[in-house]
């Protein structure tokens, strides 16, 4: 397990990076080395798994690890060795019988268990933490029921400099993108529903003020997953928002 936020290499000198003690855990576990002493002969797993809670902290948690594995360990996504663990969004019971139930990982599903179950208790996952053992294991770790998104690289162009624009030292053009692209937005925190309401109501002529409310929720912005995460800065679905402040790294042999 990791220790909350690791480093964000892209804004660190290797001698920093190599420095922070959840980075050189990961490149013992590894085997591989790290920069230009990498090998991927070397590598112990067929699968690294990041499995974070499912929210604006975890995927943070995941764009951070991601960053480091593109920086300095870039074959273990080109050889799709890296994988995101998709855990559960609610788990909804029937009243009259609470060992029935079923788990649903989004809106969708939700929606069509709820018609089928018409009498229903539902309970919302915001962190692995609140699974018990059981259930952690049943709907995340199984590889029987698990389900897992492959990270993989289409063009390392595009890739290099999303990873430059989204983690890099350069504050004005993250913001610039951010403003361009929030109205394709698909799920926004329901805690911030007031500054919703207000940025709906304001006027078109109050821009100004729009802007400083968007940019007010922004960090609490959900994204849809797709079912394969790419790289690529032009595909909008690459900004999804998972969940939590502590992670986990799963490695695995088998296929």
Not at 92 to 119: D, G, M, R, T, V
Request: overall charge negative; charged content about 30%.
């Amino acid at each position: 397990p990791l220790r909350g936020k690791i480093l964000n290499v892209e804004k660190a000198r290797l001698d920093r990076i190599l420095g922070n003690e959840e980075i050189r855990s990961m490149i013992t576990a590894f085997g591989t080395g790290i920069g230009e002493d990498f090998d991927i002969n070397k590598l112990r797993y067929n699968k690294i798994i990041i499995m974070t809670d499912a929210d604006v902290d975890g995927s943070h948690i995941q764009a951070l690890l991601l960053t480091m594995f593109y920086r300095f360990m870039r074959p273990l996504l080109e050889h799709g060795h890296i994988y995101l663990a998709l855990p559960p969004l609610y788990k909804i019971s029937k009243k009259a019988n609470l060992k029935e139930f079923s788990y649903a990982w989004n809106e969708q599903e939700l929606s069509e268990l709820k018609q089928e179950y018409k009498n229903y208790e539902i309970q919302r996952y915001k962190g692995l933490g609140e699974m018990n053992p059981e259930q952690l294991w049943e709907t995340t770790m199984d590889p029987k029921n698990r389900i897992l998104l492959q990270v993989t690289i289409d063009d390392a162009i595009k890739a290099d400099k999303a990873f430059t624009l989204f983690m890099g030292e350069e504050v004005p053009p993250r913001k610039q993108f951010i403003q361009e692209n929030a109205e394709y937005v698909k799920n926004i925190d329901a805690t911030h529903k007031n500054n919703i309401i207000k940025i709906i109501n304001t006027n078109k002529k109050d821009e100004d003020d729009k802007k400083e409310l968007v940019k007010s929720i922004i960090n609490e912005l959900e994204i849809e997953q797709p079912k394969n995460i790419e790289l690529d800065e032009n595909n909008n679905d690459n900004k999804q928002k998972n969940t939590n402040t502590i992670a986990n790294i799963q490695i695995e042999n088998q296929n």
